[in-house]
Structure formats: structure tokens, C-alpha cells
T-cell receptor
């Protein structure tokens, strides 16, 4: 079946531009996570949705980062006024239920380069 | 605070030889532990998890991992390495309980299997 998809796969932005990154989770998955993976590092948690509710946004690095999941399926991560330090791969993951022992299924990521 | 350590940046092994990728963790209570693999330009793929029960966990592609509570370790192993196993491997931990709880990843270990 279809896995988690993300678009675009690659995005180049000039410093100061706004960007929007899309995630299509696996159909029926309740939980959705966004992670940021800097070069040579492991993914770091950004935010979590249970259906349409954003229950944890403690990992968002600044108020320039905003995420939404208005209908409980597709999610968008928006970064306003991009900075060079925002350059990273942004990973989306979904999970069938909210319990912590279920594995998360990851998308291929969006590689953001801010010039 | 939870943390995961992968002490080796890279592991080199000859094809056909056994491999071990090390992981240690720090978490309050009993942990939920995961291994993921990342191939170039692809998202993380779930390999295996430890929740409870038998300390030896078997996963995808012939991989297994051993949970050692006294040493707070969860090393990934495979009896006979393949060249196609060459990839980036991440260990991750989640706090137990009924909540969703985010994954905390190690920095990753690059496995290189030589013919």
C-alpha cells in the first residue's frame, strides 16, 4: 500500500522567503509527527498531531515555524522568513494509533536548502 | 531527560561476517527501543522494536537486537552481513506509558559492508 509521501522532495529558498512543506500520511493513521534532520545528525522532534489537534509543539525552534493538520489527514509545515540555519531534511512520520509502542512510518523527507 | 548514544560514527565489516551496531540509552523507567535504517534519499525504515518480554528481538532483513537492562544497551546485530546492508542506522527511544511520546534518536551509525 501507499506509504507516507512528502512534497516537494527538494526545496531551495532564498533567505527571508516563506516555504510550505506537505505531508500525506498513511490513510487512517491518527498520529502525525514532524522531525528535523540536520546534516550528519539524527532526526529531532518538532511537533505532533493527533488527528487535527496539535498536542505538542515543543520542538519547534522558533515562532517562524508553524504546522497544521486541519482535517486530520494532510499536514503542512510552514517556515516563515527562512534562515540559513533552517537548512535540513524535514521528515514526516505517521502512526496508526497514539500509543507509544507503535512504530512510526516515515516519509522520504523534504530537503530544504536556504541560500 | 531521555537520551540515546551511538558511540561509533562508522562500522566497517566484510561481507559474510557478523555485524554489531551499538546503542546505549538513558531513560527513566522501562524504555521502548527502536532501530531504523536510512538509505540515501529515502526516509527511515523501521527494523525492529523492544517493548517488553524476550530480550532478543528479531526484525526485518535478518536483523536482531538484544536488550540489556543492566548495561542500558540495545545493540543491533546480524549474523552475516550483506553489501546491501550498507546504510545509516539509527537507534531511538520513547518513554513508556499510554501517551504518544516522541522518538529520541541517536546521531546514527554508518554501516559499510565491503565485498
Amino acid at each position: 500500500g501507499a506509504g507516507v509521501s512528502q512534497s516537494p522532495r527538494y526545496k531551495v529558498a532564498k533567505r527571508g522567503q516563506d516555504v510550505a512543506l506537505r505531508c500525506d500520511p498513511i490513510s487512517g493513521h491518527v498520529s502525525l509527527f514532524w522531525y528535523q534532520q540536520a546534516l550528519g545528525q539524527g532526526p529531532e522532534f518538532l511537533t505532533y498531531f493527533q488527528n487535527e489537534a496539535q498536542l505538542d509543539k515543543s520542538g519547534l525552534p522558533s515562532d517562524r515555524f508553524f504546522a497544521e493538520r486541519p482535517e486530520g489527514s494532510v499536514s503542512t509545515l510552514k517556515i516563515q522568513r527562512t534562515q540559513q540555519e533552517d537548512s535540513a531534511v524535514y521528515l514526516c512520520a505517521s502512526s496508526l494509533v497514539r500509543t507509544s509502542y507503535n512504530e512510526q512510518f516515515f516519509g522520504p523527507g523534504t530537503r530544504l536548502t536556504v541560500l | 531527560a531521555q537520551s540515546v548514544a551511538q558511540p561509533e560514527d562508522q562500522v566497517n565489516v566484510a561481507e559474510g561476517n557478523p555485524l554489531t551496531v551499538k546503542c546505549t540509552y538513558s531513560v527513566s523507567g522501562n524504555p521502548y527501543l527502536f532501530w531504523y535504517v536510512q538509505y540515501p534519499n529515502r526516509g527511515l525504515q523501521f527494523l525492529l522494536k523492544y517493548i517488553t518480554g524476550d530480550n532478543l528481538v528479531k526484525g526485518s532483513y535478518g536483523f536482531e537486537a538484544e536488550f540489556n537492562k543492566s548495561q542500558t544497551s540495545f545493540h543491533l546485530k546480524k549474523p552475516s552481513a550483506l553489501v546491501s546492508d550498507s546504510a545509516l542506522y539509527f537507534c531511538a527511544v520513547r518513554e513508556p506509558g499510554g501517551g504518544y511520546n516522541k522518538l529520541i534518536f541517536g546521531a546514527g551509525t554508518r554501516l559499510a559492508v565491503h565485498p
